[in-house]
């Protein structure tokens, strides 16, 4: 039987990627949760880098939390005040119970220096905003991988 063309390859029945959602503007967080609601995923959003540590369990004073729901991935817009998505992707990487959760940065700004930088650093993808439908397809191989392996899944709470 062929699976639905909004199935995720390597998760079971009722099982779905979960998404943590970062960017500061409210229509592009409610856009991100959209597009990857309806085509099933789980979505988390944060409004700023620093919730998005906290969520994470890196917040100051923080561990890393060992409960449900697991978070498959990270999309994170690039220019938010205080801490951009760039240092974001660095403070994910460099922690040994993040650094394998892909990391996905958008940006309205095509600024082929700065796609670089992220790309050596360590980002999956960086796309450009608006986000739509085929995006999110191209985000799908990155959240199968990370199912395959349980050392490449983070809980977070809420």
């Known amino acids: 039987m062929a699976s639905s063309s909004s199935s995720f390859m390597g ?3 009722g099982e779905r990627p979960h998404v943590l959602a970062v960017d500061d503007s409210l229509v592009d967080r ?10 099933a995923c ?3 959003t944060a409004e700023n880098g620093q919730r998005a540590l906290e969520l994470l369990g890196l917040g100051e004073g923080q561990r890393v939390l060992s409960i449900d729901p697991k978070v498959n991935l990270i999309i994170t ?7 951009t ?5 660095k403070k994910v990487k460099e922690s040994s119970m993040l650094k394998d959760i892909p990391v996905v940065i958008v940006s309205s700004e095509n600024v082929p220096t700065r796609m670089k930088k992220c790309l050596e650093e360590g980002a999956q993808e960086f796309l450009l905003k608006p986000l739509k ?9 990155h959240m ?3 199912n395959h392996s349980s050392d490449g899944k983070l809980c977070i709470g809420r």
């Open 11 to 13: 998760f079971g029945d």
């Open 30 to 39: 409610k856009l991100i949760e959209r597009l990857l609601t309806s085509s």
């Open 42 to 44: 789980k979505v988390t």
């Open 77 to 83: 817009d690039y220019c938010m005040p205080g801490m």
């Open 85 to 89: 998505g760039f240092d974001l992707l």
């Open 133 to 141: 439908q085929s995006d999110v397809k191209k985000l799908r191989c």
């Open 144 to 146: 199968t991988k990370v």
